[in-house]
């Protein structure tokens, strides 16, 4: 058993529309299709192996433990990208995803699932992979003076699962009340 899990925020289906329809007018017109085989997502813990039914578990329990958060909102805002090669929708960052983030790369930390997990620089990619240097500078020059924003309420996360060649969502993991989060135990409490 070997499963490739991914750890991801998923906006609501009329932000995911309107995505949708930026990714497969820059295929359609460009000739790129590898970012149409993903869901419109914003990484929060890089694709990951599990091949163990017991990390399985404990990689599900560190998320639960890590899903202790308030809501909050988060804005997409305009175009970027990364060198020659990702092009992508900026999302901007504020305090709720950043301290998500954080809290659930704390919480799987222990089980040594990447090497290093790289700086966080939360983007919502358009174009990637399949883009070659000079498409990537036509598909800039398109979009250099476009505006796009579109914000939403956050108040999960989900894990999608590779399964048929395909990101399918897995599961999604609710917000709880961080005030309820139980206190680990100590003698000096």
């Known amino acids: 058993m070997e499963n490739l899990f991914l750890v991801c925020l998923v906006p ?11 990714r ?9 299709h590898e970012s149409l085989k993903r869901p419109a997502h914003i990484t929060l813990y890089p694709p990951v192996k599990l091949s163990a039914y017991n990390v399985e578990e404990r990689f599900f329990k560190a998320l639960a433990d890590a899903s202790f958060s308030h809501p909050f ?18 999302v901007e960052q ?10 659930i790369t704390k919480a799987l930390h222990p ?57 399918q969502p897995f599961k999604e993991f609710s917000f709880k009340d961080p005030n309820t989060k139980p206190k680990a135990l100590s003698l000096f409490g």
């Open 111 to 167: 089980l040594k699932l990447i090497e290093k997990k790289e700086k966080f620089n939360p983007h919502l990619t358009l174009a990637f992979r399949d883009v070659k240097p000079p498409i990537f500078k036509q598909i800039s020059t398109e979009f250099k003076d476009r505006k796009f924003k579109r914000e939403f309420q956050v108040s999960s996360f989900s894990v999608y699962k590779h399964t048929d060649k395909r990101w």
């Open 12 to 22: 609501p289906i009329s932000v995911v529309e309107d995505i949708d329809e930026i």
């Open 73 to 90: 909102i988060q804005v997409l805002r305009n175009f970027n990208s990364f060198l020659e090669h990702t092009f992508y929708l900026d």
């Open 24 to 32: 497969t007018y820059i295929s359609e017109k460009f000739s790129v």
């Open 94 to 103: 504020n305090e709720g995803l950043m301290t998500l983030e954080k809290q």
